[in-house]
């Protein structure tokens, strides 16, 4: 009769579906992914479009893979740029020597030289660097990508000294009639390894090392009192991620055929692979792959609009942090949460509302950090700037004024809508809360 009693229960609160074997959600999702893949240079077919496309193809890769450490390892690396940039040369070498006519490697196969590359310099670096954890770890890996960095103005016949190395991708018998000359082909090679990748690195998630790596990074003392060794765990995760980095950095090299050490090994590539995979979400799979449209979007589209884009994207990073930690993927997982419990449609208004109020806050502000800008940079230039079609005179005190006051009405609304935001947030989640205990009761 107990266990009678246990089933019904059991099947009445399960309030979702089994699809065995297959997982119908999942597979929709991935092929959702690949359609994306391939339909997206079919309607963006501009070249820029398919400069970006291509970018974000490897640089999902990268990001991915630097998330192993931070978002499933909890290790804060300042050296990612180390496996990726020591991938896009010995790739770019294996180019070279291929064109040369010496050791013919296929050019589909150049990115996976790129990958064993970072996976051997993983091995031999990682073994040093996993043996602290925390900020110890952190401080060992900024100071190993400074010293390879270093490094490479000693080496110039590897590194190519300030000029960097040149290939042509161009060479050997064609794959199935393609020859990679053309952009379009390059982006469908990028666009399959990042498939495949992307799939490996999720696969990982499930294995029992990936597992392992979340509970080191959660607990690592009751790791180490079961019985596992808890810098092995790190040394071997860090060591898949620097195989992945490296085929990004081989893809890399593929797609803009040169490799500059000052760009690929710098400190500066390290921080912006922490700072985009962190806003697009380290704590979900999904979010480094955000994290890599915005780093395109950044480096490309919003460099070309403004001089002070790093800045831009420096407050937004401090403004993450403060008031949402675990990204955009946290942001949109909190309103999937509402929407299932039925009571997202609340919530459209005051979208609106915060919405509206933000326009104010952006113009003003922005128009203060360009009038700023415009002084120190381009006074040369004169008084007047060209602030989205509108002319401003930074030597008027109305110019300053006005944007002082855009920016104050915006604050003050802006106020106005997140007091009212906060308020039917916090009234919905404690619905929700007992709506998951009237369940569980039930």
Known sequence: MTSTTTTTTAATTTQYYRFKPWNIGRFLIWSLFAIVLIVSPLLFKSSLALTMLSQMGYLIIICLSYNILLGQGGMLSFGHAVYVGLGSFLAIHAMNMGEKGGLQIPLVAIPLVGGLAGMFFAILLGFVTTK???????????????????????FPSFFGGEGGITTNRVYGPSFFGFNFGPQIQVYYLIAAYCFVCTALMYAFTGTPLGRMLNAVRDNPERVEFIGYNTQRVRYFAFIIAGFFAGIGGGLASINFEIVNAADSLSAIRSGGYLLFTFLGGAVFFFGPIIGAVLLVFASILLSELSKAWQLYFGLVFVFMVMFAPGGIASLVMMNLRVARFGKFGRFW????????????????????????????????????????????????????????AILAVGLAALEVARRRFVRVWGQAQEEIEAEIKRREAA
Do not use: C, R
């Open 132 to 154: 602290k954890s925390g900020t110890t770890f952190a401080m060992i890996t900024l100071g190993i990508g400074e010293l390879v960095a270093s490094m490479a103005l000693m």
């Open 349 to 404: 208004l005051l979208y609106v509302a915060l919405a509206v109020a933000l326009v104010p806050v952006v113009v003003g502000a922005a128009a203060l950090i360009e009038m700023i800008y415009h002084i120190q940079l381009n006074a040369a230039l004169g008084p007047n700037l060209n602030y989205f079609g509108v002319a401003i005179d930074t030597s008027s005190a109305a110019s300053w004024l006005g944007a002082a």
